[in-house]
């Protein structure tokens, strides 16, 4: 049973900082293309950073390019996202997500095919 569960998130000033990870389990992270996605209420859900599985290229949405790193720890097959000097447009329910089929992003900040999502954690922005 594939499960990504993630945490991380939380409250913080307008300029800070925060890492969200995403365990996975009955999945390895390196098999397909995996990576974020946000979501608030009343708008669709935004690819923010996708990375491909064989090669490890990144791709990030224009909005948070140079402020977000997405990462991947083999080892803990586990997702991360760090998310350095914030702003309140970041606030939204971040979900990572997992493709079936894709090893490669396609260029873009969205990951193609997702099969699996985590549950969300809502990251707040406000001072």
């Known amino acids: 049973q594939v499960q990504l569960v993630e945490s991380g998130g939380g409250l913080v000033q307008p300029g800070g900082s925060l890492r969200l990870s995403c365990a996975a389990s009955?999945?390895?992270?390196?098999?397909?293309?995996v990576g974020w996605f946000r979501q608030v209420p009343g708008k669709e859900r935004e690819g923010v950073s996708c990375?491909?599985?064989?090669?490890?290229?990144?791709y990030y949405a224009d909005s948070v390019k140079g402020r977000f790193t997405i990462s991947r720890d083999n080892i803990k097959n586990t997702l991360y996202l760090q998310m350095n000097n914030l702003k309140p447009e970041d606030t939204a329910v971040y979900y990572c997500?997992?493709?079936?089929?894709?090893?490669?992003?396609?260029?873009?900040?969205?990951?193609?095919?997702?099969?699996?999502w985590g549950q969300g954690t809502q990251v707040t922005v406000s001072s």
């Open positions: 997500a997992a493709s079936s089929g894709y090893y490669s992003c396609p260029g873009t900040s969205v990951v193609p095919g997702v099969r699996y």
């Open positions: 009955g999945f390895t992270l390196t098999d397909y293309a």
């Open positions: 990375i491909s599985s064989r090669t490890d290229t990144t």
